[in-house]
């Protein structure tokens, strides 16, 4: 296992992380070792993060609101 990609390397990097990054190390550890462990912090943070930005997106200051969210 490469040290980069180990749960505690990667729980590290996680604050970090985009959106776009943490969907993309989502996807690759669906496609690779599958840890239940990593995919579950990987989906809580993901979701944090997108519930965030829909958040920002539905109480837009300037009172627009973007239906891609």
């Given amino acids: 296992m490469n040290s980069d990609n ?3 390397a ?3 990097r996680m604050p ?5 990054a943490l969907r993309a190390a989502l996807v690759e550890e669906l496609d690779g ?4 462990m990593v995919l ?6 993901y979701c944090k993060v997108r519930a965030e930005r829909e958040r ?14």
């Fill in 40 to 45: 579950e912090r990987l989906h809580q943070r």
């Fill in 6 to 8: 180990s749960y505690r």
């Fill in 33 to 36: 070792e599958r840890r239940m």
């Fill in 10 to 12: 990667i729980v590290r």
């Fill in 56 to 69: 920002l997106a539905i109480f837009n200051p300037n009172g627009e609101l973007p239906h891609d969210f």
């Fill in 16 to 20: 970090l992380m985009d959106e776009k």
